[in-house]
């Protein structure tokens, strides 16, 4: 306070100009940083995902036909008259037919167990035959995307799926031996078991910068980082 002429003057300090840009400097650069760290571990979890679906480890898989029965009645002594088509592009479009996959084994008599792993979630049943009778059979009521189907001791020379589907016809087949299966199987889980404990961690501190600084862009990022990584985990099929 300054006294002059019997009047009283009080004077506010003013923060110094490079001061404050400094500290706003520095609010950009930690929103840059989680920004740049989110879309580090969105990048890297589709990284994970393509690399899950479409990686092929030691594929058993030796030849693949398919045919359309527009009936939907066909049996498999019907089936084993027909002449099947090579199946040259898994994608054969949106149709509501029944499709009869033949498929054969590379190197049957070193394995005692095959594993066909599909991974497609439109799907909605499939049947497994040998030459003579159904083997197995499996109902996709949650749409799962990753259908796994045992097959003991495969020693026909041709197997045949029949198979519906709810959506687009999109045949990804896979046959590997059953303990190459698991442990890709358990590869993948630890994958995705880093990448949710990512996204985890990620939440818990969003959460508690929102409750130390009462700043609600922190809670608004933990929405998104929900809704985001709900539709990841419905996609890889981590939710089934």
């Not at 100009?17 to 760290?37: A, C, D, H, L, M």
């Not at 499996?138 to 029949?162: A, C, G, M, R, V």
Request: aromatic share 20%; with cysteine; hydrophobic share 40%.
């Amino acid at each position: 306070m300054v006294s002059f002429e019997g009047r009283c003057f009080c004077f506010k300090k003013v923060p110094h100009v490079s001061s404050t840009r400094k500290n706003w400097r520095e609010v950009r650069t930690r929103k840059y940083r989680r920004r740049s760290f989110s879309n580090v571990l969105i990048i890297w979890k589709w990284l994970v995902v393509r690399s899950a679906i479409y990686i092929s480890f030691a594929s058993r898989l030796k030849s693949n036909t398919f045919y359309k029965d527009d009936t939907n009645e066909l049996s498999l002594a019907d089936i084993r008259q027909k002449k099947f088509n090579n199946l040259e592009n898994q994608i054969l479009g949106f149709n509501n037919s029944t499709f009869w996959f033949k498929i054969s084994f590379n190197s049957v008599s070193e394995i005692n167990d095959v594993v066909l792993d599909i991974k497609e979630s439109s799907i909605k049943t499939i049947e497994v035959y040998n030459e003579e009778q159904l083997i197995t059979r499996f109902h996709n009521k949650l749409e799962s995307p990753n259908i796994y189907l045992e097959i003991p001791n495969p020693t026909d020379n041709f197997y045949y799926l029949k198979t519906t589907f709810n959506k687009q016809v999109y045949f990804n087949l896979q046959v590997k031996s059953k303990k190459t299966f698991y442990k890709d199987l358990n590869f993948t889980y630890f994958k995705f078991g880093w990448y949710y404990g990512l996204v985890l961690m990620v939440f818990l501190i969003n959460l508690f910068f929102y409750h130390s600084l009462k700043d609600t862009i922190f809670l608004w990022y933990t929405f998104f980082l929900i809704s985001i990584n709900l539709g990841i985990s419905t996609y890889d099929g981590a939710l089934n």
